[in-house]
T-cell receptor, first 109, second 114 residues
């Protein structure tokens, strides 16, 4: 099977940079995705890494290293609205995602 | 373009009853998948439909079933409800089945079983 681990909580100051790590165990996968979910809301797609390396989308960047079974989401210039839960997810067979345990990010003043 | 619509938003049922949840995907999206979200187990894959056929199924008992209609709308059904079925049920649609097609989630149906 597949399993992904993330830190349960991360706290950072507004304007700072924060990195949310994701380690995984799997026999094979197509890529690693990241989703954001605000309390009471739906998960929303942030980024997808099919290949090793860094993908940048505005203030958000995501990194994947298949050899290390590791990925991370980097959030820059943190804003209060970034307070949410963040999930990494392995894409196995298309449209079937295995989600990580989720990281609750708290941005403070 | 309208997002993924799930109905109802909230549902309270009694143990032993059955329930049907509905999902309308984004127009043009052909793949619909369902996830269960609970505080203890997180987000877990239930099943995926594409072209009215179930393509993938997660590790859930047979009490959980679903279907997809020709217009891509989907329903999921849970029979003989148990207390442990209380959860947020999320529907997601994607344009196709490629790995890099992002999932677009609805706001979910919160099911409470008493």
């Amino acid at each position: 099977g597949q399993s992904l681990e993330q830190p349960s909580e991360v706290t950072a100051v507004e304007g700072a940079i924060v990195q949310i790590n994701c380690t995984y165990q799997t026999s094979g996968f197509y890529g690693l995705s990241w989703y954001q979910q605000h309390d009471g809301g739906a998960p929303t797609f942030l980024s997808y890494n099919a290949l090793d390396g860094l993908e940048e989308t505005g203030r958000f960047s995501s990194f994947l290293s298949r050899s290390d079974s590791y990925g991370y989401l980097l959030l820059q210039e943190l804003q209060m609205k970034d307070s949410a839960s963040y999930f990494c997810a392995l894409t196995g067979t298309a449209s079937k995602l295995t989600f990580g345990t989720g990281t609750r990010l708290q941005v403070t003043l | 373009k309208a997002g993924v619509t799930q109905t109802p938003r909230y549902l309270i049922k009694t143990r032993g009853q059955q329930v049907t949840l509905s999902c309308s995907p984004i127009s043009g999206h052909r793949s619909v998948s369902w996830y269960q979200q609970t505080p203890g187990q997180g987000l877990q894959f239930l099943f995926e439909y594409f072209s009215e056929t179930q393509r993938n199924k997660g590790n859930f008992p047979g009490r959980f079933s679903g279907r997809q209609f020709s217009n891509s709308r989907s329903e999921m059904n849970v029979s003989t409800l148990e207390l442990g079925d209380s959860a947020l049920y999320l529907c997601a649609s994607s344009l196709d089945r490629r790995g890099n097609s992002p999932l677009h989630f609805g706001n979910g149906t919160r099911l409470t079983v008493t």
